[in-house]
């Protein structure tokens, strides 16, 4: 199973940036599909969940109304549109495949993380 993360960059505070996630190896029919983020000196944080047969999508809070997940299913690829950056959005972001509770705890594979940097 490959996870690649894709679309980071630099980006001053209220600009967007759309990160991608091709996964390949496997159906990811029921699973859930996750991003994840970590700043330096933090733990890694749940960003944003979307359930690959449903579509349904939960957000964490900090960046609930200002982030979009989606998938696209033919092309077995996640997308995290991120709108009104702040400077705390500033983390390595990672996708992740998961069939449990939101957590890291529940990962069953992680993508290699893509650097998301935004100046005040």
């Known amino acids: 199973v490959q996870l690649q993360a894709s679309g980071g960059g630099l980006v001053q505070a209220g600009g967007s940036l759309r990160l991608s996630c091709a996964a390949s190896g496997r159906s990811f029919r029921r699973s859930f599909m996750d991003w994840f983020r970590q700043a330096p000196g933090k733990e890694r944080e749940f960003v944003s969940r979307?359930?690959?047969?449903?579509?349904?999508?939960y957000y964490a809070e900090s960046v609930k109304g200002r982030f979009t997940i989606s998938r696209d299913n033919a092309k077995n690829t996640l997308y995290l549109r991120m709108n009104s950056l702040k400077p705390e959005d500033t983390a390595v972001y990672y996708c992740?495949?998961?069939?449990?509770?939101?957590?890291?705890?529940?990962?069953?594979?992680w993508g290699q993380g893509t650097q998301v940097t935004v100046s005040s």
């Open positions: 979307i359930a690959w047969d449903s579509g349904n999508t």
């Open positions: 992740a495949a998961s069939r449990g509770p939101v957590g890291a705890r529940s990962v069953d594979y």
